[in-house]
C-alpha cells in the first residue's frame, strides 16, 4: 500500500513509498482510509519536538486522524463489522493515517456520522476530542462561564468555539479581521485582532482559558484568569503532575516541574490551575460528539482539501500557521464518499 513516511527525525518532507498492509490483531480493525487530515501535531513528531513524551520507530507513517471503511476485524471485535464507515484518531504509539491502510484498536473509533461525508469527517477526530477533553472533561466548562480560547479560526478554535457554546460558555476569541464573520458564526461572543491587542491588556475575571498557543500566550493567560480559574493548555509545556498522570519516569517528572517552574508560581499568585493536556483517543467520546455533530451543533471547517501525493504541500501550508479551520487529505475516493450524506 502507499504510505507517506519519514525515515528520521528532522526530515522535513514525506516520502510516499510502497509499504506492506498492516496486520491486525485481535482487538483491531483494517480501515481502507479514505480520508485523513493535517494536524500541527504531524510536523511536531517530524521535528522530533514530542520526544520526551513519545518515541517512534522509523521508518514511521505519518498521520494521526482519518475516516474509512472497515475491511478487516480482529478475532475478538463485535462492535464492528466489515463495510462499516468509522472515524477516529489513532493511537499514539500505532500512528499512520497518511496511508491506504491503518490497523487500530476498535476502541479508538466510532460510527462516521451519517450526515458528514468522509472528507468532512476526517476533520473532526483530533481537534474535536482535544476540545471536548480540554472542555468538558478538565475544565468541566459551566454554563455563563467565560472561556478565552485563542486562535478561534485554527482546527482547534473553530471546533473548541462551538463546543464551548455547546455547553453555554461565554466565549472570547483571537483572530485576524478577515475571519471575524467565520468566528462569530460558529458563535464567539467577543472577538479580538490578535495583530491590534494584546487579549490581556483587555480581558479580566476568566473562568478558563484553553490555550493553543504556548510561550508569552500561556503566561498571559493567567493576567485574565480568576482566582480558582483554570488554564488549560495544548501548546505550552507538561507540568509535573501531567508527568505523573501520563507516567513518565520520576526523573523525567521533575525535569518537567524544573521548566514549569514559571507557570507554577503563576498559578500559587493567581489561585488559578494550571494542566497540560495531551489528547487521547477515544470512540466513546467520538460518539458523543456525533450526536452534536447530527444535530447541527457542530460542523467542521475545513481549509482546503488535497490529494495524498500533495502530502507535503499540505504540511508546508500548516507549516504557516494560518489556516482557517482544518486541512485535509484524500486518500481514496469513491463513490461511497458522495452517497455518504
Ligand atoms: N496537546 C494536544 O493534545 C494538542 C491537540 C491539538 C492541537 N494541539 C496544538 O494546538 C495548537 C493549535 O492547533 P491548531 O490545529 O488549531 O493549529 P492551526 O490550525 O495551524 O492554527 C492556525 C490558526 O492560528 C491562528 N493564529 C496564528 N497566529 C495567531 C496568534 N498570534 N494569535 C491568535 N491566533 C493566531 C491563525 O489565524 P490567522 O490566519 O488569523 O493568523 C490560524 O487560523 C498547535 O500547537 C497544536 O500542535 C495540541
Given at each position: 500500500?502507499?504510505?507517506?513516511?519519514?525515515?528520521?527525525?528532522?526530515?522535513?518532507?514525506?516520502?510516499?513509498?510502497?509499504?506492506?498492509?498492516?496486520?491486525?490483531?485481535?482487538?483491531?480493525?483494517?480501515?481502507?482510509?479514505?480520508a485523513?487530515s493535517i494536524n500541527?501535531?504531524?510536523?511536531?513528531?517530524?521535528?522530533?519536538?514530542?520526544?520526551?513524551?513519545?518515541?517512534?520507530?522509523?521508518?514511521?507513517?505519518?498521520?494521526?486522524d482519518?475516516?474509512?471503511?472497515?475491511?478487516?476485524?480482529?478475532?475478538?471485535?463485535?462492535?464492528?463489522?466489515?463495510?462499516?464507515?468509522?472515524?477516529?484518531?489513532?493511537?499514539?504509539?500505532?500512528?499512520?493515517?497518511?496511508?491506504?491502510?491503518?490497523?487500530?484498536?476498535?476502541?479508538?473509533?466510532?460510527?462516521?456520522?451519517?450526515?458528514?461525508?468522509?472528507t468532512e469527517?476526517a476533520a473532526i477526530?483530533l481537534v474535536?476530542?482535544?476540545?471536548?477533553?480540554?472542555?468538558?472533561?478538565?475544565?468541566?466548562?459551566?454554563?455563563?462561564?467565560?472561556?478565552?480560547?485563542?486562535?478561534?479560526?485554527g482546527g482547534i478554535?473553530s471546533l473548541?468555539?462551538?463546543?464551548?457554546?455547546?455547553?453555554?460558555?461565554?466565549?472570547?476569541?483571537?483572530?485576524?479581521?478577515?475571519?471575524?464573520?467565520?468566528?462569530?458564526?460558529?458563535?464567539?461572543?467577543?472577538?479580538?485582532?490578535?495583530?491590534?491587542?494584546?487579549?490581556?491588556?483587555?480581558?479580566?475575571?476568566?473562568?478558563?482559558?484553553?490555550?493553543?498557543?504556548?510561550?508569552?500566550?500561556?503566561?498571559?493567560?493567567?493576567?485574565?484568569?480568576?482566582?480558582?480559574?483554570?488554564?488549560?493548555?495544548?501548546?505550552?509545556?507538561?507540568?509535573?503532575?501531567?508527568?505523573?498522570?501520563?507516567?513518565?519516569?520520576?526523573?523525567?517528572?521533575?525535569?518537567?516541574?524544573?521548566?514549569?517552574?514559571?507557570?507554577?508560581?503563576?498559578?500559587?499568585?493567581?489561585?488559578?490551575?494550571?494542566?497540560?493536556?495531551?489528547?487521547?483517543?477515544?470512540?466513546?467520546?467520538?460518539?458523543?460528539?456525533?450526536?452534536?455533530?447530527?444535530?447541527?451543533?457542530?460542523?467542521p471547517i475545513i481549509d482546503r482539501v488535497?490529494?495524498?501525493?500533495?502530502?507535503?504541500?499540505?504540511?508546508?501550508?500548516s507549516?504557516?500557521?494560518?489556516a482557517t479551520g482544518k486541512i485535509v487529505i484524500?486518500?481514496?475516493?469513491?463513490?461511497?464518499?458522495?452517497?455518504?450524506?
Open positions: 500500500m502507499k504510505a507517506a513516511q519519514i525515515n528520521h527525525y528532522k526530515q522535513t518532507t514525506l516520502t510516499l513509498t510502497d509499504t506492506p498492509v498492516p496486520v491486525v490483531g485481535a482487538h483491531d480493525v483494517l480501515v481502507k482510509i479514505m485523513a500541527p501535531l504531524d510536523l511536531k513528531i517530524m521535528a522530533g519536538g514530542i520526544r520526551p513524551l513519545l518515541k517512534y520507530h522509523m521508518p514511521l507513517t505519518l498521520g494521526n482519518f475516516a474509512g471503511v472497515i475491511t478487516e476485524v480482529g478475532a475478538q471485535v463485535t462492535a464492528f463489522k466489515v463495510g462499516d464507515a468509522v472515524y477516529g484518531r489513532a493511537p499514539k504509539d500505532r500512528i499512520g493515517t497518511f496511508a491506504e491502510f491503518i490497523a487500530i484498536d476498535h476502541t479508538a473509533i466510532a460510527f462516521k456520522p451519517q450526515n458528514l461525508t468522509f469527517a477526530p474535536g476530542l482535544t476540545s471536548y477533553q480540554a472542555l468538558h472533561d478538565i475544565m468541566q466548562l459551566q454554563p455563563g462561564q467565560k472561556v478565552f480560547i485563542p486562535g478561534g479560526s478554535g473548541a468555539i462551538q463546543l464551548a457554546k455547546h455547553f453555554g460558555a461565554f466565549v472570547t476569541t483571537t483572530t485576524s479581521p478577515q475571519h471575524f464573520d467565520l468566528v462569530r458564526s460558529l458563535g464567539a461572543d467577543k472577538i479580538i485582532d490578535y495583530h491590534q491587542q494584546n487579549f490581556a491588556d483587555v480581558l479580566t475575571d476568566y473562568d478558563a482559558v484553553l490555550d493553543t498557543r504556548g510561550g508569552q500566550d500561556l503566561q498571559a493567560a493567567f493576567k485574565i484568569i480568576k482566582p480558582g480559574g483554570h488554564v488549560v493548555s495544548i501548546a505550552g509545556l507538561p507540568n509535573a503532575r501531567f508527568g505523573k498522570s501520563y507516567g513518565v519516569p520520576v526523573w523525567k517528572q521533575w525535569l518537567f516541574a524544573l521548566a514549569t517552574r514559571p507557570l507554577s508560581r503563576l498559578e500559587k499568585q493567581t489561585h488559578a490551575t494550571y494542566d497540560f493536556l495531551f489528547m487521547h483517543p477515544s470512540g466513546q467520546q467520538l460518539t458523543i460528539l456525533n450526536e452534536l455533530l447530527a444535530q447541527g451543533t457542530l460542523r488535497m490529494p495524498l501525493d500533495q502530502i507535503n504541500d499540505a504540511l508546508q501550508y507549516h504557516s500557521g494560518h484524500e486518500v481514496a475516493t469513491t463513490s461511497a464518499d458522495q452517497n455518504a450524506h
